[in-house]
């Protein structure tokens, strides 16, 4: 089966102040364009075939408020809308197209050199807008961030939300600065060498200002998600709804020059099709990307172990660039917070890190207690940057009950734990901002509803949610003001004390990566993996071009001293976490070392060291 050509829809500008409007509507027998001005103006589309309907319509300019009437006084915004300046509820707004992009001579980071750094445009900065963002793209360039992931910027509910509420796919949210502001964040990206990724949902739609149900087939009751009605994907109708996502996708490659896509919990979007959803969507913006010239990644996001997402279309696979591993997460939080509960039982032994880190994934095949059958896929084969890994990110702080970082989970030597097992593994790290400083706020879950019904039944499925886990205290109001207030950053701790030292500590990590053969993507995969659970240490060892490094972890509460097969030669030092200049208690290790097979080590509790020979 060959991709389709997504459909061209909603509202396109073409120039001299004419403007061409398309939308599915099976459901409907006739469609017109309420022109919403003085005069208002009243516009009849024609049908196609499949259920279709369109016009070209002059003396449209950028800004023009419109509906779609559908019969029997039903008025919708255009599902399609590129700019929804007074919310959901209110009409779209044709949307220019012009933009002055400085970006013609743009090549951006190969996949395997992302260094990705997640951020909320709303709790960001103070103001919460993307031009406020662009003030603070040079510290995160200076950090040594390659690509900037965006959380979802789909239009939502009121002027507060994660993103995943978004009801219009097309239009940017115009709390943050609608469409042009994306764009001015985008190239601004572009002037400092920053790839941008785009989170986008493509599993469900949110709650208040759903309409897509008035127009057609958009979703299915074959299928449920833990959000809200399936999508379409494989029943009757299907294909227009495919062609909706698939145009919403070339959209955001094409019009706003985005990277990269983070496909948002691809295991919910139900597909039992011969020629799987996301398996088009890869055939279509690659083939975007050539007639571009310029790179373009899907990255899912998942928590299946699922190999077959970033595997090749000719042995069954989908062939997106690259998929999560929550694995590597859990490994690492459960080692040093003891949590145990929910998600959180499968893991909690050093094996699953060391798996983590040699495999990827830790489950690939295994039996999982918590989910009570075995979980994941075999990764043999598969290139570490097809893995994106992280100590923390908006799913793992944000769905706490709380929203607690792990500032306040853990002391700062177990920071810096997490920064050097992230950021010294083979596979594509991601940061979740403020991280690099320890930021002590939280990241709570917060809204804007206007139905009253909606905003109790949110605040009910929060407390549900956290039922299985053991976390104490009242969960905070999604709804007030002050939740979201309390999840703003606090850059200025970057700047200062223990932060500075950790955000210090942060840029030398990522040098040594970018820098040190054997550490940068150049190095050999898997690594070699030794780990003692019994003593708590983890030893890795990698080589590349004229390089070998040597790294041991420590995540156990007291010094260890450790006997390890050592390469011969004379090593040097490239960073220790216990050292005095990164706030450490000392450093025991000596700077330079010769080895002769066997090296002896005492490593400092819950620290780190790593060696490149001579």
């Known amino acids: 089966m060959l991709p389709m050509s997504p459909p061209l829809i909603g509202a396109i500008a073409l120039g001299s102040n004419r403007c061409r409007f398309r939308v599915w509507a099976p459901k409907a027998e006739r469609v017109s364009v309420r022109l919403i001005g003085k005069p208002e103006r009243v516009e009849m589309l024609e049908p196609e075939e499949g259920g279709y309907f369109t016009a070209e319509v002059p003396d449209i300019a950028p800004g023009c408020r419109y509906l779609f009437d559908l019969g029997n006084g039903m008025a919708r915004p255009d599902p399609a809308s590129r700019w929804q300046p007074e919310g959901v509820h209110g009409p779209s707004a044709v949307a220019g197209p012009a933009f002055d992009w400085t970006d013609k001579e743009w090549h951006g980071p190969d996949l395997s050199d992302y260094v990705i750094y997640e951020l909320h445009v709303g709790t960001f900065t103070p103001v919460g807008t993307f031009d406020a963002a662009i003030a603070e793209l040079d510290r995160l360039r200076e950090l040594g961030i390659s690509a900037v992931e965006v959380m979802p910027v789909a239009q939502f509910a009121g002027a507060r939300n994660w993103g995943y509420d978004g009801v219009y796919p097309f239009a940017v949210q115009h709390s943050y600065g609608g469409p042009a502001g994306l764009k001015r964040f985008v190239n601004a990206c572009r002037q400092r060498g920053l790839a941008v990724i785009l989170d986008v949902v493509y599993n469900h739609l949110g709650p208040e200002g759903n309409y897509l149900r008035d127009f057609g087939p958009y979703f299915t009751d074959q299928y449920k998600t833990p959000w809200g009605e399936a999508l379409n994907f494989d029943g009757p109708g299907s294909d227009h709804v495919r062609g909706y996502f698939l145009a919403n996708a070339l959209y955001w490659q094409t019009e706003f020059h985005i990277d990269a896509l983070r496909l948002d919990a691809v295991h919910a979007i139900k597909d039992f099709s011969t020629y799987p959803f996301l398996a088009e969507l890869a ?139 992230v950021l010294l593994s083979p596979y594509v790290p991601l940061l979740f901002m403020g991280e690099e400083y320890g930021e002590p706020a939280p990241f709570q879950y917060f809204v804007s509803h206007g139905d009253a019904g909606l905003v109790e039944a949110v605040r ?155």
Not at 290 to 317: C, M
Not at 384 to 394: A, E, K, L, R, S
């Open 460 to 614: 009910q499925g929060r407390n549900a949610e956290f039922a299985k886990f053991a976390w104490q205290g009242e969960v905070p109001d999604p709804q007030d003001e002050a939740t979201f207030l309390r999840s703003k950053l606090n850059t200025w701790l970057a700047s200062e004390g223990r932060g500075r030292t950790l955000c210090q500590l942060y840029e030398k990590l990522l040098r040594l990566r970018k820098e040190v053969p054997a550490l940068g993507k150049h190095g050999s995969f898997p690594p070699e993996v030794s780990a003692d659970e019994k003593q708590m240490t983890l030893t890795i060892r990698r080589s590349g071009p004229g390089s070998e490094v040597m790294i041991h972890y420590n995540l156990g509460s007291r010094p260890e001293k450790v006997q390890i097969i050592w390469p011969s030669g004379q090593w040097r030092r490239l960073v220790d976490s216990a050292d005095n200049c990164w706030a450490g208690p000392g450093t025991i290790i000596a700077e330079q070392l010769e080895s002769n097979g066997v090296i002896e080590l005492i490593i400092p509790p819950r620290s780190f060291v790593a060696y490149e020979r001579q």
């Open 283 to 421: 055939d279509v913006t690659r083939a975007q990307a050539e007639k571009l010239g310029r790179d373009f990644h899907l990255i899912a996001e998942t928590d299946l172990n699922d190999a077959r997402l970033v595997r090749p279309r000719a042995v069954g696979g989908c062939a997106l660039d690259a998929t999560w591993s929550d694995d590597f997460h859990h490994s690492v939080h459960t080692l040093l917070t003891g949590e145990r509960e929910g998600y959180y039982e499968d893991f909690g032994r050093l094996d699953d890190l060391a798996r983590a880190y040699r495999d990827g994934f830790a489950y690939t095949g295994q039996y999982s207690p918590h989910r009570g059958r075995r979980l994941g896929t075999d990764t043999t084969g598969l290139n570490p940057w097809q893995f994106v890994i992280c100590g923390q990110n908006h799913d793992q702080v944000g769905n706490r009950a709380r929203g607690e970082r792990l500032t306040a989970l853990t002391d700062f030597e177990g920071l810096k734990m997490v920064a050097g097992l």
